[in-house]
C-alpha cells in the first residue's frame, strides 16, 4: 500500500509491521507506529504502546499496513472529548446536536452544532437553526467520519482537519525542570504568544492548563493549552491544543520538547491518551506529531448554510 508520503517505503507515522529475526533464531512480528527509521527502527507497539527500538541487522521484511479500524462509536466518544475542550460561552443540547456559541468570537469551533448523539442527522435542523439565528449566526456544522448518513450533500467541506491521537505516557523530551511551566490561567504573556482569547481557551468541561516554554532569562519562548476532559465511557483524555512558538525560536525544536512536557503532564494528571488536531494540508505539523507518535484517529470539516 503507499504510505502517507506516496509511496512505498514507510515513513515516520505511518503503520507499520516489522518482521524480525532475534538472537534466538525465532522470528518475531511487531505492529505499530514508526517513529523514526534511522540505523534502527523505532516502533511503538500497538499491544501495550511501549517503544521498541529494532537493529536493522535482526529486520527479515517490513511494510506499511492500514491504521487500526476506529468504529463510528470511537469516534463519536472521541468528538465528545473534544467538544468538552472548547467549550465555547453558551452550549446547548438540540435534537442530538450539541449546538455551541460565541458571537463576535473568533473561529469554526466554538460557534459549530456537533452530531454527538445518535439521534442527530442532517435532516432535523430546524431547531439547531433556529438556536444560531437567535444568536445571529449561520447554522455552521462539524461533520466528522461516518458519523452522519447523508453527509456528503454537506458541500462543500471547509478546514479539512484530522484528529490525532496518542499515548501520554512518554518522557517529556529533553525539557528540564523549570523549563516548562504550567499554570491554571493564562497570562497576557500567553494569550498573546497563541493569538488566543481568553474566553475560549479557559471554556472546559473539565480541567485545563496552560504551559509555557521559557528561555534561561524567563522569557516565554512557546506555549500550548492542555485540556483534561472525559468521552462517552468516562475515560479521561489530554486534549492538547493552542501550540505557538515565538517566531524567532522556531527550527530549534521547541515544539517538540513542549509536546512532550504536555504528554507527560497528561499522564501525570491520569489521562492515559492525548489527542490534538491538525488541518489536513499544514505538512510541517503533520509531520511534527506523527513522527512523535501520533496517528490519525478520524477525520472532520466544517459545514455552514448559505444565508
Same mark, same amino acid.
Given at each position: 500500500?503507499?504510505t ?7 515513513? *515516520? ?10 538472537? @534466538?533464531?525465532? =522470528? @518475531?512480528?511487531?505492529?505499530?507506529t ?8 523505532r ?9 521498541q527500538l529494532?537493529p536493522r541487522? +535482526?529486520i527479515? $521484511?517490513?511494510? /506499511? ?11 463519536r466518544s472521541?468528538?465528545?472529548a473534544?467538544a468538552?475542550?472548547w467549550?465555547?460561552?453558551?452550549r ?5 446536536w ?16 456537533a452530531p454527538?448523539?445518535?439521534d442527530?442527522?442532517p435532516d432535523?435542523?430546524?431547531g439547531v437553526?433556529?438556536w ?10 462539524t461533520?466528522s467520519?461516518?458519523l ?6 454537506l458541500?462543500?467541506?471547509v478546514? *479539512?482537519t484530522?484528529?490525532l &491521537?496518542?499515548? @501520554?505516557?512518554?518522557e517529556?523530551?529533553g525539557?528540564?525542570?523549570? +523549563?516548562v511551566r504550567?499554570?491554571?490561567?493564562p497570562?497576557a504573556a ?8 481568553e474566553?475560549l481557551?479557559t471554556?472546559?468541561? #473539565?480541567e485545563?492548563?496552560?504551559?509555557t516554554?521559557?528561555? *534561561? ?8 493549552r492542555?485540556a483534561l476532559t472525559?468521552?462517552a465511557?468516562? /475515560? ?5 491544543g ?6 524567532a525560536?522556531?527550527r530549534?525544536?521547541l515544539? &517538540? $520538547?513542549l509536546?512532550? =512536557?504536555l504528554?507527560a ?11 490534538? +488536531?491538525?488541518v ?9 506529531y506523527r #513522527? &512523535?507518535?501520533?496517528t490519525?484517529?478520524?477525520g472532520y470539516h466544517?459545514w455552514t +448554510?448559505?444565508r
Open positions: 500500500m503507499k502517507r508520503s506516496g509511496t512505498d517505503v514507510p515513513v *515516520p507515522g505511518d503503520r507499520v509491521v516489522v518482521r524480525r529475526l532475534l538472537p @534466538s533464531g525465532q =522470528a @518475531s512480528d511487531v505492529i505499530g514508526l517513529l523514526a527509521d534511522g540505523d534502527a527502527l516502533v511503538r507497539a500497538d499491544r501495550d504502546g511501549t517503544e529494532i541487522a +535482526e527479515v $521484511r517490513w511494510k /506499511t499496513v492500514p491504521p487500526r479500524p476506529v468504529r463510528a462509536s470511537e469516534i472521541l468528538d465528545l473534544r468538552r475542550s467549550w465555547s460561552v453558551e446547548e443540547w438540540v435534537d442530538g450539541l449546538c455551541r456559541a460565541a458571537p463576535g468570537l473568533p473561529g469554526n469551533r466554538a460557534s459549530a452544532a454527538l448523539h445518535p442527530a442527522s432535523r435542523l430546524d437553526r433556529s444560531y439565528a437567535d444568536r445571529g449566526l449561520p447554522l455552521r456544522l461533520v467520519d461516518r452522519l448518513p447523508g453527509a456528503a450533500a458541500a462543500p467541506a478546514q *479539512p484530522d484528529v &491521537t496518542a499515548p @501520554s505516557a512518554i517529556a523530551n525539557a528540564a525542570d523549570g +523549563e504550567f499554570a491554571a490561567a497570562d500567553w494569550l498573546s504568544l497563541t493569538g488566543t482569547v474566553p481557551v471554556s472546559v468541561d #473539565g485545563v492548563l496552560f504551559a516554554l521559557v528561555e *534561561p532569562d524567563g522569557a516565554p519562548v512557546a506555549a500550548g492542555l472525559a468521552d465511557a468516562g /475515560t479521561r483524555w489530554g486534549g492538547i493552542s501550540m505557538a512558538v515565538a517566531p525560536h522556531r530549534r525544536g515544539a &517538540t $520538547r509536546l512532550g =512536557a504528554r503532564r497528561a499522564a501525570a494528571e491520569g489521562a492515559p491518551r492525548v489527542f490534538l +488536531e491538525v489536513q494540508d499544514n505538512a510541517p505539523a503533520q509531520n511534527l #513522527g &512523535t507518535g501520533f490519525r484517529h478520524h466544517y +448554510e448559505s
